[in-house]
């Protein structure tokens, strides 16, 4: 058997060329790389810095503008400025959406018929801060010893300088706020009970 003798590059091919051996000018990308334009970087960066400044200058927007659109309540900072006597009802009390809606029930046939309700600013006041309201004669020690009595608080629409509707207003609790988890519900928190 005779020996091969080895080529140029120490192989034994013996000159034959490999049809799938890459070319000598041989490259992975045929398109030549780019040279990355330090422009197209500070463009993105203030596009973006242009986009986060509009969010935040649409969020203060939208926060500091109080919408006197009555369609809609966007928070509970409306309700609050609504209230009558807002100062009063923020430190003594809370401020409330009061619905005033008259129901009627027939029985024969049973039936259920309601008037459009009406919505207006109000306020409950805590039972700890009733005397603002005997103060001003608004009402009188009967109607607190009643309302005591029931275990009740006092709520209010109209400025209490004028002439305000004031009613003597149970918390219930048995229905509870279905929006919040109930998932290790508890009793209210104190600031919570009127």
């Known amino acids: 058997m005779a020996r091969r003798n080895r080529n140029l590059n120490n192989n034994y091919r013996n000159g034959r060329v490999d049809p799938y051996a ?31 400044v509009g969010i935040v200058i649409g969020l203060s927007l939208n926060l500091t503008s109080g919408s006197d659109n009555l369609a809609t309540v966007d928070s509970s900072l409306q ?22 809606m008259r129901v009627f029930l027939t029985l024969n046939p049973f039936s259920v018929y309601l008037t459009q309700p009406q919505m207006q600013p109000g ?15 608004l009402v009188s020690s009967e109607q607190v010893k009643d309302c005591k009595r029931r275990m009740n608080t006092f709520g209010f629409i109209g400025a209490l300088e004028g002439k305000p509707k004031i009613d003597c207003v149970y918390q219930n609790d048995a229905a509870g ?8 519900a508890g009793a209210l928190p104190e600031s919570d009970n009127f």
């Open 22 to 52: 890459q070319p000598e000018n041989y490259r992975s990308n045929p398109n030549p790389p780019s040279q990355k334009n330090p422009l197209d970087i500070a463009k993105i960066a203030i596009i973006a810095s242009v986009f986060i």
């Open 79 to 100: 309700i609050d400025r609504k209230a009558p006597n807002p100062e009063i009802c923020q430190q003594f009390g809370a401020s409330a959406i009061v619905t005033d």
């Open 123 to 137: 306020c409950v006041l805590r039972r700890t801060n009733w005397s603002i309201l005997e103060q001003q004669n």
């Open 177 to 184: 706020n279905l929006f919040l988890n109930q998932n290790g």
